[in-house]
């Protein structure tokens, strides 16, 4: 919860003249939420016993859950480096998560 002011603050920049508005404080609602449950999550998972190496190194994925998500959500198209940046991210998670 202690993100909530700066997600308030930050959807006011995206508004008209900097004001208040209902739409900006709803969405920083939903980002201090979510944000929430992903580090509750996380703690959870850490918690669980398994190898912290892991689960930090999973948490790394975050960035090609939201390219995704922006190319299926808003049509963005990734550009070649944010491409082989999402295959180096998953080849070195792979790599991690191998025991041995």
Not at 54 to 64: D, F, N, R
Request: hydrophobic letters at 55%; glycine letters at 12%; one cysteine or more.
């Amino acid at each position: 919860m202690t993100v909530f002011p700066l997600y308030l603050w930050l959807a006011t920049k995206h508004a008209e003249g900097n004001q208040w508005t209902w739409k900006g404080i709803a969405w920083g609602i939903v980002a201090t939420a979510v944000a929430s449950m992903g580090s509750i999550a996380f703690g959870f998972a850490l918690r669980s016993g398994n190898d912290a190496g892991v689960i930090t190194s999973l948490s790394s994925v975050s960035p090609i859950i939201t390219l995704m998500l922006s190319f299926l959500l808003l049509g963005e198209r990734p550009s070649i480096a944010s491409a082989v940046g999402c295959a180096l991210v998953l080849a070195g998670v792979t790599l991690i998560s191998f025991k041995g």
